[in-house]
């Protein structure tokens, strides 16, 4: 995966860096090498497992039971979920404030967070470096989630080579099938789909 989003200065948040990057404090490419080597190349090889959107529109492969691997960003997830962080995320009180717009989202979108996670949402995940991770990891999570329960479109690539060779990112970009209230609207709405295989991942 290359670079995603736009890099013109129009985007409200910064593009991905690189994929392939292994040098360097954003490189996330050593990383990337050993996902594919230690969990993908396997999982493809026993046939357990679908990669978005190389196999496929994400409404084809979900379904209750199935895996499917996609790629996501978590400052995609930022907007996506209408966060605002003003300051370093990597300052704890700068995660703490995310609390209030994280606890609107997951009512409005009827999602139950457990008592630990709202614990560490309270406590913007903790006061060590680990905190920053942590934070990225619920945000993207809940920007997945965002696409699988119809809210926003999977954002499939129409061009053949993009699809087929570069991929994308899970979300990117993509339009808002519905609104979080609590949250300043888009200028208008998208019908939501009402799709069989996102009905199917529901009750599953």
Known sequence: ??????ASGRSPRRAACPLFWTLGGNQVGKAAIA????VLIPAVGRGTIAIWPFDGELDDLLAPGAVVVA??????????LRLELRGSKRSQSTRRAQEPRLLDWAHERDVLLTEDLRRQIASGFGDSPAGEDAFDAVAGLLGMLEVVLGHRASGEPHDDEVRDVEGSILGLQAAALTTIDS???PDREVPRPDSPARNAARKA
């Open 1 to 6: 995966m290359g670079c995603a989003g736009d």
């Open 35 to 38: 996902g594919w080597h230690e």
């Open 71 to 80: 790629e996501t960003y978590s400052a995609e997830a930022y907007r996506q």
């Open 183 to 185: 949250f300043p609207r």
